[in-house]
C-alpha cells in the first residue's frame, strides 16, 4: 500500500479518539493464511501463466455508537506471495469509515470519512495485478444545526474533500463544498426540505483537468413508515468551468423507495438523474451498516477528472431468515462524460449473493455477477461475468478452514480483450469472535 494513501486511512480511523468521549469501541478481526491457484494469473487473451502462491489477508470492522460519537470503519489487507517473479509481491489494501463526533448536541456536529480503494489504472484493459492503483478520498467538515421552531430546523453543512490517485494524477483535486438546507416537518412520518449545495473544485494538474464550480438547488420529500420508506429529490445542478465561458445544466431528479413487507422480504427501487464524478461516487459508497470484508475487490471506476451525467435505475431484492440469506440486484445504466465523450457507456447487468447455513458448523456461500457495457463513443462492447463459492467450516469458536472457487470471464469485440480465469484458494482462518 502506497505510504500518502495508507497515512490517509490511519488518519481517518485514528479520529475516532475524540476528547473528551468514553471510547469503547467494537473491534472484529479475521485473518486468513493459504495458498491459491490461478490459472491465468496475468489474465493473458492467450499462453495463459498457471501459478501457486501463498496468500494471506486482515479483514477487520471497528464500530462505536454513544451518545457523543458514532463511528465505524472496515476494511482489509492482503499479501501475495507471487513464483518466478511474474509480479512482484503485492499488498493490496481498501477501508472505508466515517465518524460523527457530536461538539455540542442538536447544535454541532463534525463529520469526517475516508474511502480508499483499488481501482484500475486503464478501465478498458483487464483486472491484472499491474493495471492497479490506490485511490483515496477523504472528506472532513463541521455541520451547524439551526432550531428554528419544533418543526423547522436550518442546517448549514462544510466540507473539506481531498480526492488521490496513485497513477492517474489528473484525478487529484481539492475541492470545497457548502450546503444550506431547510427542513420543514409535516407529520411525525413526513418532511420537505429545500437544499441550496455549492463546490469548488480544484485539480492538481491544470494542464489535463479543468477546474470548475458546481451548484445544485432541489427539494427533498421523504416519508417512513412501518413497512415502507420513500424519498425523493427533484431540482436543477449547474456546471460552470472556471477556464472559459461554459456551462452545462441538467434536470436532478433522485427517488429510492423500500417496501418490507416482512422481517425477511425486502425490496428497494432506485431511480436518479443528475451529475457526478468519481469522487462523490466514492464518498456515497461509504455505508455504516458494512460488515467484516472477506476479500480486497478492485472496482471498475474510470479515474479521471471528468464529471458526468448518470440516469440509472437500480432494483434489489432480499430475503432473509435464520439459515438462509439471499439477495439479488438487477440495474440499468447510461453514463456520459461532460469532458470527453470515450467512455460514455450503457450498461446493465445482475448482481447476486446467497449465504446457507447447512448445519451449525458449515457454511455455504455463493455469489454471481453478469456486467454488458456498451461504449457508445468508442463502438466496443463488453460482457462479463463473474461466479464463485465458498465453503466454510468451523471447527471451534475462533479457527474455520475455507475453501473458495472463482471464475472470471470477459467477452470484447476489441482485439485481444477477451480472457478468463479460474481462482482457487484454500486458507486457515482466525477470527476473534
Known amino acids: ?38 490459472d491465468n494469473v496475468t489474465l493473458a487473451p492467450s499462453d495463459p501463466i498457471d501459478q501457486r502462491y501463498l496468500r494471506s489477508g486482515l ?29 512482484t509481491d503485492t499488498v493490496d489494501g481498501t477501508l472505508s469509515g466515517s465518524l460523527n463526533w457530536i461538539a455540542i448536541p442538536q447544535r454541532l456536529y463534525f463529520l469526517v470519512e475516508d474511502n480508499l480503494s ?17 485511490v483515496n478520498v477523504f472528506s472532513a467538515g463541521p455541520t451547524m444545526m439551526f432550531n428554528w421552531s419544533p418543526t423547522l430546523q436550518g442546517q448549514a453543512e462544510l466540507r473539506y474533500v481531498d480526492s488521490d490517485a496513485e497513477v492517474t494524477d489528473e484525478f ?37 483537468a479543468r477546474d470548475y464550480n458546481r451548484y445544485d ?9 412501518a413497512q415502507f420508506e420513500l424519498g425523493t429529490d427533484l431540482g436543477y445542478s449547474r456546471i460552470e468551468y472556471r477556464q472559459g465561458s461554459q456551462t452545462r445544466s441538467e434536470p436532478l431528479f433522485r427517488v ?14 432506485m431511480a436518479s438523474s443528475q451529475f457526478s464524478d468519481t469522487a462523490i461516487d466514492a464518498l456515497s459508497s461509504i455505508q455504516a451498516d458494512a460488515t467484516l470484508p472477506q476479500n480486497v475487490l478492485t472496482g471498475d471506476a474510470v479515474v479521471n477528472a471528468s464529471p458526468y451525467e448518470i440516469r440509472n435505475l437500480d432494483l434489489e431484492y432480499t430475503f432473509t431468515n435464520t439459515r438462509l440469506n439471499f439477495m439479488v440486484a438487477p440495474y440499468v445504466q447510461k453514463r456520459n462524460y461532460v ?95
Open 1 to 38: 500500500m502506497h505510504p500518502k494513501y495508507l497515512r490517509a486511512s490511519v488518519i481517518a480511523t485514528s479520529l475516532v479518539c475524540v476528547p473528551g468521549t468514553a471510547w469503547a469501541a467494537r473491534v472484529d478481526y479475521s485473518l486468513d493464511l493459504g495458498m491459491e491457484w490461478n
Open 59 to 87: 479483514g477487520f470492522l471497528v464500530t462505536e455508537n454513544n451518545s457523543s460519537v458514532q463511528a465505524h470503519a472496515d476494511g482489509r489487507v492482503e499479501y501475495r506471495d507471487y513464483e518466478d517473479d511474474v509480479f
Open 118 to 134: 483499488i481501482q484500475p489504472v486503464d478501465a478498458l484493459v483487464p483486472d491484472a495485478p499491474g493495471n492497479r492503483q490506490q
Open 172 to 208: 487529484n483535486s481539492q475541492r470545497l463544498a457548502l450546503a444550506l438546507r431547510t427542513i420543514k416537518e409535516l407529520t411525525p412520518t413526513s418532511r420537505v426540505s429545500l437544499n441550496v449545495q455549492a463546490q469548488r473544485v480544484d485539480f492538481e494538474d491544470d494542464i489535463v
Open 217 to 225: 438547488l432541489f427539494g427533498r420529500y421523504s416519508r417512513t413508515l
Open 256 to 269: 429510492d423507495a423500500t417496501w418490507s413487507p416482512s422481517e425477511r422480504h425486502s425490496l428497494t427501487v
Open 339 to 433: 469532458d470527453s465523450d470515450e467512455f460514455d457507456q450503457n450498461n446493465h447487468g445482475l448482481r447476486s449473493d446467497l449465504h446457507w447455513l447447512l448445519r451449525r458448523s458449515l457454511t455455504l456461500g455463493m455469489y454471481g455477477t453478469y456486467e454488458k457495457i456498451e461504449y457508445t463513443q468508442l463502438g466496443r462492447e463488453d460482457e462479463t461475468t463473474r461466479v464463485g463459492a465458498t465453503l466454510r467450516y468451523q471447527w471451534t469458536r475462533h479457527w474455520s478452514a475455507g475453501l473458495e472457487w472463482e471464475r472470471y470471464k470477459r467477452d470484447s469485440n476489441a482485439v485481444g480483450q477477451s480472457v478468463s480465469q479460474n481462482l482457487v484458494y484454500l486458507s486457515i482462518s482466525y477470527s476473534n469472535r
